[in-house]
Antibody, heavy 123, light 111 residues
């Protein structure tokens, strides 16, 4: 059974870089046809897609976050990572990683999801 | 403000049926597939429906999805108290700002 687990600091200072890692178990991150994505949810609010990466390194990013986001993949460790730079209080959210089935014009869904990790931006 | 529009809340009695709408445009729902997610309190979202109307293994057939034009609908029959959750629709937006978009979420209350 495929499982994903987020890890990283729960507190980040304003203007610094948020860094999270998602570890995939029970399956290979190099599976064809799947991307691996990051989604966040500010407290009490809805879901916002951050970006997704294919095992080859190909990425899609949310245009509103693109200038601050870097997603990378380490197939040897079965992990993918998120870096979000110049964070502010508005970046405080629960960050989820998920397997992303995506083919433009054909399909787009996230399953399964990690349990999520709360990242607070505060000095 | 979300690209996809959902009602903030819906409610119904146990055993009844409820529908949740998700309205978009030709650049998203109109030309792409829709997925639906259930988020129980304090938990991660869970895939309920993908490709407009397909259910992943383990999802009961009380849950159904449909799409018409630029709108999609999630239906839940035989409501149970355990169905109380937030529900989100999602799809790809193929406009210039190509990205994954979600609805703002709908809180389902089972009275």
């Amino acid at each position: 059974q495929l499982q994903l687990q987020e890890s990283g600091p729960g507190l980040v200072k304003p203007s610094e870089t948020l860094s999270l890692t998602c570890t995939v178990s029970g399956g290979s991150i190099s599976s064809s046809s799947y991307y691996w994505g990051w989604i966040r949810q500010p407290p009490g609010k809805g879901l916002e897609w951050i970006g997704s990466i294919y095992y080859s390194g190909s990425t899609y990013y949310n245009p509103s976050l693109k200038s601050r986001v870097t997603i990378s993949v380490d197939t040897s460790k079965n992990q993918f990572s998120l870096k979000l730079s110049s964070v502010t209080a508005a970046d405080t959210a629960v960050y989820y990683c998920a397997r992303h089935r995506f083919l433009e014009w054909a399909t787009n869904w996230f399953d399964p999801w990690g349990q999520g990790t709360l990242v607070t931006v505060s000095s | 403000q979300s690209v996809l529009t959902q009602p903030p809340s819906v409610s119904a009695a146990p055993g009844q049926k409820v529908t949740i709408s998700c309205s978009g445009s030709s650049s998203n729902i109109g030309n792409n597939y829709v997925s639906w997610y259930q988020q129980l309190p304090g938990t991660a979202p869970k895939l309920l429906i993908y490709d407009n109307n397909k259910r992943p293994s383990g999802i009961p057939d009380r849950f159904s999805g449909s799409k018409s034009g630029t709108s999609a609908t999630l239906g839940i029959t035989g409501l149970q108290t355990g169905d109380e959750a937030d529900y989100y629709c999602g799809t790809w937006d193929s406009s210039l700002s190509a990205d994954v978009v979600f609805g703002g979420g709908t809180k389902l209350t089972v009275l």
